[in-house]
């Protein structure tokens, strides 16, 4: 069923959803909070962009223009009515497509930074998924892996641009090692615990093509009181 709320926490952006898909969460409200913008940013890509949550609040930090790819036709209809609704047309662009075969005609060096929240679990064959299930394809790496994604990024950023992407700790050195093969060297890494005295389970990085070695780990984020509430950390974003 499809219904529109106000994008969590942002009293002035509302986003259409449909219960029966795979709904943003916290990971997409933390991404465009985490990469690095200056004002000299002039394109941004948001690679499997679902109903568009982070070129929504990426529009709320930066004057540059987004583009948003999404294979999935549902969704990016629903992307796209996310976007008329706030009136960011002329802003952001939603596109849909297969961003593997797309990135191929796009000229190399366009894009100043690139976000993506890339499904964080390994498709293998013996999988027992339905391949065309919405929810699949946002979890598992049946359309996009990690090797794809930096490849893109390599070919598609300009010189010392970024990428930022939300994934899962227990794949912090894959993502790395991915990064490096591809010439994007990790920059800045952030934890995020669901509460004091557990394990992480969301982690932030970022790395810029062609760029120095050094990498800084930023303070950790946790996102939960005991009773449950966001804390001061989170709510700080929604403001």
């Given at each position: 069923?499809?219904?529109t709320?106000?994008?969590?926490?942002?009293k002035?952006?509302?986003i259409?959803?449909?219960?029966?898909?795979?709904?943003f969460?916290?990971?997409?409200?933390?991404l465009?909070?985490?990469?690095?913008?200056?004002?000299?940013?002039?394109?941004?890509?948001?690679?499997?962009?679902?109903?568009?949550?982070i070129?929504?609040?990426?529009?709320?930090?930066?004057?540059?223009?987004?583009?948003?790819?999404?294979?999935?036709k549902?969704v990016?209809?629903?992307?796209?009515e996310?976007?008329?609704?706030?009136?960011?047309?002329?802003?952001?662009?939603?596109?849909?497509?297969d961003?593997?075969?797309?990135?191929?005609?796009?000229?190399?060096?366009?894009?100043?930074?690139?976000?993506?929240?890339p499904?964080?679990?390994?498709?293998?064959?013996?999988?027992?998924?339905?391949?065309?299930?919405?929810?699949?394809?946002a979890?598992?790496?049946?359309k996009?892996?990690?090797?794809?994604l930096?490849?893109?990024?390599?070919?598609?950023?300009k010189?010392?641009?970024?990428?930022?992407?939300?994934?899962?700790?227990?794949?912090?050195v894959?993502?790395?090692?991915?990064?490096?093969k591809?010439?994007?060297?990790p920059k800045?890494?952030?934890?995020?615990?669901p509460?004091?005295?557990?394990?992480?389970n969301?982690?932030?990085?970022?790395?810029?093509?062609?760029?120095?070695?050094?990498?800084?780990?930023?303070?950790p984020?946790y996102?939960?009181?005991?009773?449950?509430?966001?804390?001061e950390?989170?709510?700080?974003?929604?403001?």
């Amino acid at each position: 069923m499809k219904v529109t709320n106000y994008l969590l926490g942002y009293k002035d952006l509302k986003i259409v959803q449909d219960n029966e898909m795979f709904n943003f969460s916290l990971d997409s409200v933390l991404l465009p909070n985490f990469v690095t913008l200056n004002k000299k940013i002039d394109r941004i890509l948001d690679i499997g962009c679902g109903n568009a949550p982070i070129p929504l609040i990426l529009s709320t930090k930066t004057n540059a223009k987004i583009t948003g790819v999404e294979i999935q036709k549902e969704v990016y209809d629903l992307a796209l009515e996310s976007v008329n609704i706030n009136k960011k047309e002329n802003q952001i662009t939603i596109i849909n497509k297969d961003i593997n075969d797309y990135y191929k005609k796009i000229e190399t060096d366009s894009f100043d930074v690139i976000t993506c929240n890339p499904p964080f679990f390994k498709y293998i064959e013996t999988s027992n998924i339905n391949k065309n299930d919405y929810k699949t394809i946002a979890r598992h790496e049946v359309k996009l892996n990690l090797n794809q994604l930096f490849s893109i990024a390599k070919k598609l950023l300009k010189n010392n641009g970024v990428i930022a992407i939300v994934h899962r700790p227990e794949r912090f050195v894959e993502v790395v090692e991915e990064m490096k093969k591809n010439n994007i060297e990790p920059k800045r890494v952030q934890f995020v615990y669901p509460k004091k005295n557990m394990e992480a389970n969301i982690m932030l990085i970022e790395g810029s093509k062609n760029g120095k070695p050094g990498l800084k780990i930023l303070a950790p984020i946790y996102s939960h009181k005991d009773n449950g509430e966001y804390t001061e950390d989170v709510k700080k974003y929604f403001e």
